[in-house]
C-alpha cells in the first residue's frame, strides 16, 4: 500500500494488476487501483479535480486532468473517509502513477493534496535476482 499525507488529509493506494483484462500478445496490461481518502483534519473539504501523470515502462508520460473522481466530488467532513477503485492500461508491463487532487474547503480557499507515487508491476514485470 502507498500513503501520502497533505493538511491531515491521508489518501492511500492499492494496486492490482488484472490478468483477466490485459493480453500480452496485443501488449496491453491492466491494473486496477482502490483509493481510500481520510480526512482527520478539522474542516469539510470537497474534492474537486485529479490530475494523473502516467508513465509506462518505456518513459512515456500521460496526463489526465478532469472533475472528481469516478464521476463524484465528494465531500468530507472530519473523520469521514471516501473510497473508490478505477483502472489504467499500459501498453508495458509495468509502469507508475502520481497525482494530484484539488480540494476546497468550507471558506472557499482551494488546495492540493497528493496522491502517492504508486508502481503498476505485472507478474511478467518482475525478475528474479539470483
Known sequence: MY?????????????????????????????????VIVNSGRETVQLRTRHWIITDATGR???????GVVGEQPTLAPGERFEYTSGVPLPTTSGFMTG?????????????IDVPT???DSPEAKRVLN
Open 100 to 112: 494530484r487532487y484539488q480540494m476546497v474547503n468550507e471558506s472557499g480557499e482551494k488546495f492540493e
Open 3 to 35: 500513503r501520502a499525507i497533505t493538511r491531515d488529509i491521508e489518501v492511500t493506494v492499492e494496486p492490482n494488476f488484472l490478468p483477466e483484462r490485459s493480453s500480452v500478445e496485443k501488449r496491453q496490461y491492466f491494473w486496477s487501483y482502490t483509493i
Open 61 to 67: 508520460r500521460q496526463e489526465v486532468r478532469g472533475e
Open 118 to 120: 504508486f508502481s503498476l
